[in-house]
């Protein structure tokens, strides 16, 4: 039986879709054909330009007099060149990044990262904020105070590496109080960026230590302000007094401030702060003392450790007899009797474990 | 008048999957500029920070006896701070555990091993004195998830990274996933893309060169691989909605992963089961949370290059998929679900789930009309180009995407090769593997058993003596 066909409109929709999905399957295909050939036409250009500025850039850091010898820069190879400069700067130490900087100025990068600046893709204006600062062009300072305090956090971090590269002991309080300001930072990058300038940075960050008074007595915020401090200190690597972080310890009663001023006790001082903390509810703060306990290294604190060794928590008990078998002049046989006595048989477990495990790595 | 409405409805249908692909394609393409220029940033020289945050390596290992010592060995060497890498084997046959412990001279080690999700029985855990980063845990089998959760108790740091055995991984693939975890401290899960390794040279666990692999059934699946991996999850991910990280390599906050109970066993796809569970309780309890997707090709693995193999892996993706999806129908528009809840679901049981079915009845349907004389054959030539002209057009778009952003396949010879592969693949393997999805709707549907599966493996993965 024949049944009668829809209106033809609705035919030709789908012919026009059919038509339509054919033409831009063709035109995909030739984009890919158009892609293949620009990369087959510039790629040998790119590789040229690299190895013919590579060798111009390892001479200059060299030190040597490359007047009139350099080659010509194209004006749509100055990105391409600021790059390359960027990765030798950031690969070099000592005097041959003055000469590369030389070099660069001598090619008027300063413009080119300058207009970088203002790019739209992050990435550019992270790679241009770094540019300016191994320039160390002045020029650019108010561009990159701008970013430090405007930026988004990724910028202010470059930011500040770039001002302290400009002029280290001129800039270094802003770019402390910012980053003092800045929350959710990336401490990871921070510690990459910035501990080239860990010595001047650590003299300002000193100076400007939250009070160590009880902390719900000072203003609003005391506490976070003093928790974003600790964590920037532990970025920068900075040894901090024992008795400051002690008298923190002894004030506060902020679990995640109790942990970063923890990560940071070193030596002998504020040890008794410290020890208070050693039952407190929170297993991690525990974990933390029992960690502490370990790097310092005192034989009054081994009972103490012991005692944190039959701690409910595994990682409290895996700490605490890491800690107890890193205490200088307290033998293995020693702590193996200290934590027998406790009875306990998690405790015991545990021992053998670390034990295991150290003689594993030794 | 009712064939030419149903038939108009297969054409609706087909028109409304693609045009979301196509969306999710638009999204790639934005994400993947932004993460070009991204790239050229972190290629520049800096040293690696001691505060990235430190990764388990959990590889669960069912008979591996022919791979595991090149993949431990691979992993062995990643470049990343802080890492330790746990090889569970989950009760395996074959010599899985001897050859390990011949390689690396594991020895018995008394481990206070600590239970937070339950797991089978721990027969033993090893350590290996020449390499500080190893332990192997011992178990008696119960499964990929339970190996996993095995993984989770024994594991050290607060993230955790799940790696098929028989993957490879790029050097910088955990320093590539663990970068969002910097970024945003509320990211709970990363994962990166997967690619085929087959055609490519591997040797000892390691890929020295990449090339696309001569037999069909691999190359369709390079092409799934590329757009799964560039546009779908990609697309997805830029609305915080991706609703599966690959079993093959993903990484995931712990405490979060222990906080929704850790991988449930007892399911085949518990790598997407997992994800959806994270989102419908972060919802539900109203966390803030991200799932991202990183784009860069981090992790490597041999695909099936057989038919009896292949057809097998889809039964069991699909029960996978029915499975994580009617444990979660509460996600399913409900009040908190956003995205993922009120986009990403429904897509998943309408165009994931039930598109094997429509998919099939639709060629079944049209060519009956057709061939009963209810629609013209113009209506049936032209439902036919929708259908697989937008397919074709989808793949294309893959090619191109992946030219414009890793180029992993830069010769004219391999492009030449994508591009008709996008074509051929519409021809006859997408509606096969449309109606071996269906097999698994059956067998989830009946609930027959499955397990792991076995995989025949073409690749020289042996480590180099």
Same mark, same amino acid.
């Given at each position: *039986?024949?049944?009668?066909?829809?209106?033809?409109?609705? +035919?030709?929709?789908?012919?026009?879709?059919?038509?339509?999905?054919?033409?831009?399957?063709?035109?995909?295909?030739?984009?890919?054909?158009?892609?293949?050939? /620009?990369?087959?036409?510039?790629?040998?250009? !790119?590789?040229?330009?690299?190895?013919? /500025?590579?060798?111009?850039? *390892?001479? =200059?850091?060299?030190?040597?007099?490359?007047?009139?010898?350099?080659?010509?820069?194209?004006?749509?190879?100055?990105?391409?060149?600021? !790059?390359?400069?960027?990765? =030798?700067?950031?690969?070099?130490?000592?005097?041959?990044?003055?000469?590369?900087?030389?070099?660069?100025?001598? *090619?008027? =990068?300063?413009?080119?990262? *300058?207009?970088?600046?203002?790019?739209?893709?992050?990435?550019?204006?992270?790679?241009?904020?770094?540019?300016?600062?191994?320039?160390?062009?002045?020029?650019?300072?108010?561009?990159?105070?701008?970013?430090?305090?405007?930026?988004?956090?990724?910028?202010?971090?470059?930011?500040?590496?770039? +001002?302290?590269?400009?002029?280290?002991?001129?800039?270094?309080?802003?770019?402390?109080?910012?980053?003092?300001?800045?929350?959710?930072?990336?401490?990871?990058?921070?510690?990459?960026?910035?501990?080239?300038?860990?010595?001047?940075?650590?003299?300002?960050?000193?100076?400007?230590?939250?009070?160590?008074?009880?902390?719900?007595?000072?203003?609003?915020?005391?506490?976070?302000?003093?928790?974003?401090?600790?964590?920037?200190?532990?970025?920068?690597?900075?040894?901090?007094?024992?008795?400051?972080?002690?008298?923190?310890?002894?004030?506060?009663?902020?679990?995640?401030?109790?942990?970063?001023?923890?990560? +940071?006790?070193?030596?002998?001082?504020?040890?008794?702060?410290?020890?208070?903390?050693?039952?407190?509810?929170? /297993?991690?703060?525990?974990?933390?003392?029992?960690?502490?306990?370990?790097?310092?290294?005192?034989?009054?604190?081994?009972?103490? +450790?012991?005692?944190?060794?039959?701690?409910?928590?595994?990682?409290?008990?895996?700490?605490?007899?890491?800690?107890?078998?890193?205490?200088?002049?307290?033998?293995?046989?020693?702590?193996?009797?200290?934590?027998? =006595?406790?009875?306990?048989?998690?405790?015991?477990?545990?021992?053998?474990?670390?034990?295991?495990?150290?003689?594993?790595?030794? | 008048?009712? #064939?030419?409405?149903?038939?108009?409805?297969?054409?609706?249908?087909?028109?409304?999957?693609?045009?979301?692909?196509?969306?999710?394609?638009?999204?790639?393409?934005?994400?993947?500029?932004?993460?070009?220029?991204?790239?050229?940033?972190?290629?520049?020289?800096?040293?690696?920070?001691?505060?990235?945050?430190?990764?388990?390596?959990?590889?669960?290992?069912?008979?591996?006896?022919?791979?595991?010592?090149?993949?431990?060995?691979?992993?062995?060497?990643?470049?990343?701070?802080?890492?330790?890498?746990?090889?569970?084997?989950?009760?395996?046959?074959?010599?899985?555990?001897?050859?390990?412990?011949?390689?690396?001279?594991?020895?018995?080690?008394?481990?206070?091993?600590?239970?937070?999700?339950?797991?089978?029985?721990?027969?033993?855990?090893?350590?290996?004195?020449?390499?500080?980063?190893?332990?192997?845990?011992?178990?008696?089998?119960?499964?990929? %998830?339970?190996?996993?959760?095995?993984?989770?108790? %024994?594991?050290?740091?607060?993230?955790? $990274?799940?790696?098929?055995?028989?993957?490879?991984?790029?050097?910088?693939?955990?320093?590539?996933?663990?970068?969002?975890?910097?970024?945003?401290?509320?990211?709970?899960?990363?994962?990166?893309?997967?690619?085929?390794?087959?055609? $490519?040279?591997?040797?000892?666990?390691?890929?020295?060169?990449?090339?696309?692999?001569?037999?069909?059934?691999?190359?369709?699946?390079?092409?799934?691989?590329?757009? #799964?991996?560039?546009?779908?999850?990609?697309?997805?991910?830029?609305?915080?909605?991706?609703?599966?990280?690959?079993? %093959?390599?993903?990484?995931?906050?712990?405490?979060?992963?222990?906080?929704?109970?850790?991988?449930?066993?007892?399911?085949?796809?518990?790598?997407?089961?997992?994800?959806?569970?994270?989102?419908?309780?972060?919802?539900?309890?109203?966390?803030?949370?991200?799932?991202?997707?990183?784009?860069?090709?981090? $992790?490597?693995?041999?695909?099936?290059?057989?038919?009896?193999?292949?057809?097998?892996?889809?039964?069991?993706?699909?029960?996978?998929?029915?499975?994580?999806?009617?444990?979660?129908?509460?996600?399913?528009?409900?009040?908190?679900? @956003?995205?993922? @809840?009120?986009?990403?679901?429904?897509?998943?049981?309408?165009?994931?789930?039930?598109?094997?079915?429509?998919? $099939?009845?639709?060629?079944?349907?049209?060519?009956? #009309?057709?061939?009963?004389?209810?629609?013209?054959?113009?209506?049936?030539?032209?439902?036919?180009?929708?259908?697989?002209?937008?397919?074709?057009?989808?793949?294309?778009?893959?090619?191109?995407?992946?030219?414009?952003?890793?180029?992993?396949?830069?010769?004219?010879?391999?492009?030449?090769?994508?591009?008709?592969?996008?074509?051929?693949?519409?021809?006859?393997?997408?509606?096969?593997? %449309?109606?071996?999805?269906?097999?698994?709707?059956?067998?989830?549907?009946?609930?027959?058993?499955?397990?792991?599966?076995?995989?025949?493996?073409?690749?020289?993965?042996?480590?180099?003596?």
């Amino acid at each position: *039986m024949h049944v009668p066909h829809a209106p033809e409109f609705s +035919l030709s929709v789908v012919l026009w879709l059919a038509w339509t999905t054919l033409a831009l399957v063709l035109m995909t295909v030739l984009g890919l054909l158009l892609l293949r050939w /620009w990369r087959w036409r510039s790629e040998p250009q !790119k590789a040229a330009f690299r190895q013919r /500025w590579s060798e111009v850039l *390892m001479r =200059c850091a060299l030190g040597e007099d490359l007047k009139g010898q350099l080659p010509h820069l194209k004006s749509k190879e100055r990105w391409a060149f600021m !790059k390359l400069w960027l990765h =030798c700067q950031l690969s070099l130490k000592g005097p041959g990044r003055d000469r590369l900087a030389a070099l660069a100025r001598l *090619m008027e =990068c300063q413009s080119m990262a *300058m207009r970088k600046l203002g790019s739209r893709h992050a990435a550019e204006r992270l790679m241009a904020i770094l540019a300016l600062g191994f320039l160390k062009d002045e020029q650019a300072v108010p561009a990159l105070l701008e970013q430090l305090h405007q930026g988004e956090k990724q910028a202010a971090v470059h930011a500040a590496r770039a +001002l302290l590269e400009i002029d280290a002991s001129a800039h270094v309080d802003q770019v402390v109080q910012r980053l003092l300001t800045l929350t959710d930072l990336d401490f990871s990058l921070v510690s990459v960026l910035l501990k080239p300038f860990r010595g001047v940075l650590a003299r300002t960050m000193m100076e400007g230590m939250p009070p160590s008074a009880p902390l719900q007595a000072c203003a609003p915020g005391a506490a976070a302000a003093a928790l974003q401090w600790l964590r920037l200190a532990r970025a920068l690597s900075l040894q901090v007094p024992g008795e400051r972080l002690g008298a923190f310890l002894a004030n506060s009663d902020d679990i995640d401030l109790l942990i970063a001023t923890t990560r +940071l006790m070193q030596g002998e001082q504020g040890t008794q702060a410290l020890i208070a903390h050693a039952q407190h509810q929170d /297993w991690r703060v525990r974990a933390q003392v029992a960690q502490a306990l370990g790097r310092i290294g005192r034989l009054d604190d081994a009972e103490l +450790l012991a005692r944190l060794t039959t701690d409910a928590q595994w990682w409290v008990r895996y700490r605490a007899t890491q800690a107890l078998l890193s205490i200088p002049g307290l033998s293995v046989q020693k702590v193996q009797t200290r934590i027998e =006595c406790t009875g306990d048989r998690y405790a015991i477990n545990m021992l053998h474990s670390v034990i295991s495990e150290r003689e594993a790595f030794a | 008048m009712m #064939a030419q409405t149903v038939t108009w409805l297969m054409v609706a249908y087909f028109l409304a999957i693609h045009a979301i692909y196509l969306m999710l394609t638009v999204l790639a393409a934005r994400a993947l500029l932004r993460n070009q220029r991204y790239r050229e940033m972190e290629e520049l020289p800096m040293a690696y920070s001691l505060l990235m945050p430190p990764i388990s390596v959990l590889v669960p290992a069912y008979n591996e006896e022919t791979t595991i010592v090149a993949t431990v060995e691979s992993l062995l060497q990643l470049s990343y701070g802080e890492f330790e890498v746990i090889v569970v084997n989950d009760g395996s046959k074959d010599a899985t555990l001897s050859v390990l412990i011949e390689q690396f001279g594991l020895l018995p080690y008394p481990e206070a091993y600590r239970v937070q999700i339950p797991t089978q029985e721990i027969m033993g855990i090893y350590r290996s004195p020449r390499h500080a980063k190893l332990r192997v845990i011992d178990k008696r089998n119960g499964g990929k %998830a339970d190996s996993l959760n095995a993984g989770i108790n %024994a594991s050290r740091y607060p993230l955790f $990274c799940g790696v098929d055995a028989d993957s490879i991984l790029e050097r910088d693939s955990l320093q590539k996933v663990a970068k969002p975890f910097l970024r945003h401290p509320d990211m709970v899960a990363t994962g990166g893309t997967i690619r085929a390794a087959n055609g $490519c040279d591997v040797r000892g666990g390691d890929l020295h060169r990449i090339d696309l692999p001569s037999n069909p059934w691999a190359l369709f699946q390079v092409m799934e691989y590329l757009r #799964a991996f560039l546009f779908g999850r990609l697309g997805w991910s830029s609305v915080n909605a991706m609703l599966i990280i690959s079993g %093959a390599f993903g990484l995931f906050r712990k405490q979060t992963v222990i906080d929704v109970g850790g991988y449930r066993t007892h399911t085949i796809g518990e790598d997407m089961e997992l994800v959806v569970r994270i989102h419908h309780q972060m919802r539900e309890q109203g966390l803030p949370y991200r799932i991202e997707f990183v784009p860069d090709p981090v $992790c490597w693995t041999e695909v099936p290059e057989d038919r009896q193999t292949l057809r097998n892996q889809r039964i069991r993706w699909q029960r996978g998929l029915s499975e994580s999806l009617n444990a979660h129908w509460g996600l399913m528009f409900s009040r908190s679900g @956003g995205w993922p @809840g009120w986009v990403a679901f429904p897509y998943m049981v309408l165009f994931e789930w039930l598109g094997p079915v429509v998919e $099939c009845l639709g060629y079944l349907w049209t060519a009956y #009309a057709w061939s009963a004389d209810l629609i013209s054959w113009a209506a049936f030539a032209a439902f036919l180009l929708v259908s697989l002209g937008l397919g074709i057009l989808l793949s294309v778009a893959g090619v191109l995407l992946e030219q414009l952003s890793f180029q992993m396949y830069p010769q004219v010879r391999q492009i030449f090769k994508l591009v008709l592969v996008a074509v051929a693949e519409n021809l006859g393997y997408r509606q096969l593997n %449309a109606w071996w999805r269906i097999v698994g709707l059956y067998r989830w549907a009946t609930q027959k058993e499955a397990g792991w599966g076995t995989m025949k493996r073409k690749g020289n993965w042996q480590a180099p003596q």
